[in-house]
């Protein structure tokens, strides 16, 4: 498959009062065409940075150092993501390439009803295909229409032929606030209602003419997030970004959600970026996995190859320590760094069970040491053997 997704040499870095935390060091990630690929590390691995690094929202004051993202566009042609301006990124945010965020209730506004805040994106990313509607809709009145009431359907028509030519038009900036005038928005508000009731079907909400007019206080944490999903996905994107969807929810509820984005997958083919601790989400969703730690990219396999034999002295001590009857478990010793003065060499090396002098003094290199298995350590040689 190809890749739709590339992350090259990323770094990132945090100035902070304590010092610079060097939250991402030399990240290469690719993503392929219609496959969920998972992301799982500890806590500050660098997880949600590198998915937000994707979409350049690295909030402040974090900055991109150094590295590319590169986006294949529907015209087969990569996108240098952190190299676009502002209305540039517009274009591929929410429309290309969407995000669910960790927590529903950070992610919805509580002014705003459920129908406003889905609508938005339609209006800001569909508004074309929404005026092609209501110009059908418009032109189906007027073959029965006659006398006044088709002077009226003419004027609304010119208006909206407009505004899919120029949504900017200063002419429909004026019609909006005159409050005769302005009523021609009511056919479009129906438009973008009626699209937004159909998404929230999609997503299995029950009751969605009821549920538009709600407000997120309204709902419980499993249906705010069916919400933020729907946002997610009103523009059917290329690539979802899902980072920890399912962390503040109930067991049962995350088993719903987690089904719900898997059989969302095969209806509107995205290629999905799946972020989490949690190794069972891992082998339920994932087709390939990248084990994080520390800012780095230590392994990356196919899931069975993962389960079956991993490499990296970490992803074995992942999988050791998943709670199973009749195996005792074993804990990863030690703690995540501290990012701000990282661990020399390869900065798993204080916890490792198999630390040689090399580990603290050389970066280990990411490489393939079996086909489409790729892994950072320095026990392993070029040809994949133990040293």
């Known amino acids: 498959m190809d890749n739709i997704l590339e992350v090259r040499d990323l770094v990132v870095r945090f100035y902070t009062y304590e010092g610079i935390v060097k939250a991402i060091e030399g990240v290469n990630l690719q993503l392929r065409e219609g496959e969920v690929l998972g992301i799982i590390g ?29 986006f294949r566009g529907r015209d087969g042609k990569f996108i240098p993501i952190l190299k676009l301006g502002r209305k540039e990124l517009q274009k591929i ?67 909206y032929e407009r505004m899919l030519r120029n949504p900017e038009s200063k002419v429909i900036k004026l019609a909006s606030k005159v409050p005769i005038v302005r009523r021609f928005r009511n056919r479009l508000k129906k438009a973008v209602r009626k699209h937004v009731i159909e998404l929230l079907r999609l997503m299995e909400m029950p009751d969605p003419e009821r549920i538009v007019d709600m407000y997120p206080h309204e709902l419980s944490g499993g249906m705010q997030q069916r919400v933020v999903i729907a946002m997610a996905l009103a523009c059917n994107p290329k690539i979802l970004i899902a980072d920890e969807p399912t962390t503040s929810l109930d067991v049962t509820v995350q088993a719903q959600i987690l089904d719900l984005i898997r059989r969302l997958k095969g209806k509107l083919r995205s290629s999905i970026l799946y972020i989490t601790h949690d190794m069972g989400v891992i082998a339920e969703l994932c087709d390939r996995v990248a084990v994080m730690y520390a800012g780095y990219i230590c392994e990356v396999a196919p899931v069975r190859e993962v389960f079956r034999e991993p490499l990296h002295p970490y992803t074995r001590g992942l999988l050791d320590s998943i709670p199973m009857p009749g195996k005792e478990l074993k804990p990863i010793r030690g703690t995540v760094p501290n990012l701000v003065n990282p661990p020399s060499g390869c ?25 489409d298995h790729l892994v950072a350590c320095h026990l392993y040689d070029k040809d994949g053997e133990r040293s």
Not at 45 to 65: F, M, Q, Y
């Open 42 to 70: 500890e806590t500050g691995s660098g997880k949600s940075v590198t998915a937000l690094s994707i979409l350049s929202l690295v909030p402040p004051p974090g900055r991109v150092e150094k590295g590319s993202v590169l």
């Open 93 to 159: 945010r929410g429309r290309e390439i969407s995000i669910i965020f960790q927590e529903p209730r950070a992610a919805l506004n509580p002014l705003y009803t459920i129908g406003d805040q889905v609508g938005e994106v339609f209006l800001v990313h569909r508004l074309k295909e929404l005026c092609k509607d209501v110009l059908d809709e418009i032109n189906t009145e007027l073959e029965k229409a006659q006398g006044f009431k088709a002077k009226v359907l003419s004027f609304e028509r010119s208006l």
């Open 347 to 371: 900065r798993f090396h204080p916890r490792c069970p198999y630390a040689m002098d090399i580990c603290s003094k050389s970066v280990p290199k990411l490489r393939e040491v079996k086909k």
